[in-house]
């Protein structure tokens, strides 16, 4: 039986995602999720928490990180990766209820990349891993893509 990832509201599962834990090719045992070696791909528990504080129009706080403590690639992402316009409205959104919108394909993509630009990359990470399997997180971060193009209908 699959655990309930740390940190979901409620702590439950959804009946599909229940369903989907249950088959065999979820129950192969291959590799065995383990945080302390490193080998986990979502919903480690080091992740850190999702947050963003801007004073000032400046981002001062990224994922409980404050700024004086930013590597290269925080200070790039609170510079040049948020859309600190939807920020707030982004970072707001349940988790399931913005993966839910990645996936549908009844939201149009501009919304959808709309909010993504005003996501940190911790907030982001969660939204994905709320999504089995993972073609359905494939198609999320193909939709986000700068220069996607809509899929083509057959009929």
Same mark, same amino acid.
């Given at each position: ?19 989907? @834990?249950?088959?065999? +090719?979820? *129950? %192969? #045992?291959? =590799?065995?999720? /383990? ?20 004073? @000032?129009?400046?981002? +001062?706080? *990224? %994922? #409980?990180? =404050?700024?004086? /403590? ?33 996936? /549908? ?51």
């Amino acid at each position: 039986m699959t655990a309930v990832p740390a940190g979901r509201p409620g702590g439950t599962r959804i009946g599909r995602f229940r369903l989907m @834990d249950a088959q065999r +090719v979820n *129950l %192969d #045992g291959f =590799a065995v999720e /383990d945080a302390a070696l490193g080998l986990i791909a979502f919903d480690s528990p080091d992740d850190p928490a999702p947050s963003l504080v801007v004073r @000032d129009g400046r981002v +001062v706080v *990224l %994922d #409980g990180r =404050a700024e004086d /403590d930013f590597d290269v690639v925080d200070e790039f992402v609170a510079r040049h990766g948020l859309d600190l316009s939807v920020a707030d409205e982004a970072m707001g959104l349940p988790d399931v209820g913005l993966a839910r919108m990645l996936v /549908d394909p009844a939201v149009a993509r501009d919304a959808v990349v709309r909010l993504v630009a005003g996501t940190t990359p911790a907030k982001l990470a969660r939204v994905l891993a709320t999504l089995r399997p993972v073609s359905c997180r494939r198609r999320a971060v193909r939709r986000c893509e700068p220069g996607a193009r809509p899929p083509t209908r057959r009929t």
